[in-house]
């Protein structure tokens, strides 16, 4: 069971927009619609930003999305601000009725 | 409050049996799947295992099978993952966390215990 694939760091300005994928295969991203995103600070424990895809729980900014289409998953982050820099991971539900997290992608915002 | 709380940070040697704890509140615990998640110093997250306390029910990943042990007692509200021979590579922080009821996600975690393995 590989961990996910994700970008090992991305990079915006305050404001602009950033995309961070995650690359699965046919045993968890591309079979179920259980791919979720978890940001997590210098320290503390991740918090869920994105679940079942694209669904946002209450409190996180519209600012976060998501989306897939095939084995690929992406979590996209508009009008960037210094606190959504973090480290981001993805997961996804697999075949094997176990959970899988991409290796995680370091935001910086410049 | 609904919170999971992980017990504190451990210092052992290796070869030494250890088991930490994750204690659940605000919630009914025993209906909520409790998953288990390493990160090691500097490194990603790992999904290791999950179990039902309601009735013990596990997963394990198979990176992590047979490495560890995960339990549950429903009556005090808490989960456990426990090692038997602890290995310089066992030094990480551990995170329990909640699968959201229902769904397949991690809705509530845990702030994490480390654990330090060292001669």
């Known amino acids: 069971q590989s961990a996910l694939t994700q970008p090992a760091s991305v990079s915006g300005s305050p404001g602009q927009s950033i995309t961070i994928s995650c690359t699965g295969t046919?045993?968890?991203?591309?079979?179920?619609?259980?791919v979720s995103w978890y940001q997590q600070h210098p320290g503390k424990a991740p918090k869920l930003m994105i679940f079942?895809?694209?669904s946002r729980p209450s409190g996180v900014s519209n600012r976060f999305s998501g989306s897939k289409s095939g084995n690929t998953a992406s979590l996209t982050i508009s009008g960037l601000q210094a606190e959504d820099e973090a480290d981001y991971y993805c997961s996804s539900y697999t075949s094997t009725s176990t959970w899988v997290f991409g290796g995680g992608t370091k935001l910086t915002v410049l | 409050e609904v919170q999971l709380v992980q017990s504190g940070a451990e210092v052992k040697k290796p070869g030494e049996s250890l088991k930490i704890s994750c204690e659940g509140s605000?919630?009914?615990?025993?209906?909520?799947?409790i998953g288990w998640v390493r990160q090691m110093p500097g490194k990603g997250l790992e999904w290791m295992a999950i179990i039902y306390p309601r009735d013990s029910d596990t997963r394990y990943s198979p990176s992590f099978q047979g490495q560890v042990t995960i339990s549950a007692d429903k009556s005090i509200n808490t989960a456990y993952l426990q090692w038997s021979s602890l290995t310089a590579s066992d030094t990480a922080t551990y995170y329990c966390a909640r699968r959201s009821w229902g769904s397949w996600y991690f809705d509530l975690w845990g702030r994490g215990t480390l654990v330090t393995v060292s001669s």
């Open positions: 079942d895809v694209s």
């Open positions: 605000g919630y009914s615990f025993a209906i909520y799947w």
């Open positions: 046919s045993s968890d991203v591309g079979s179920y619609n259980y």
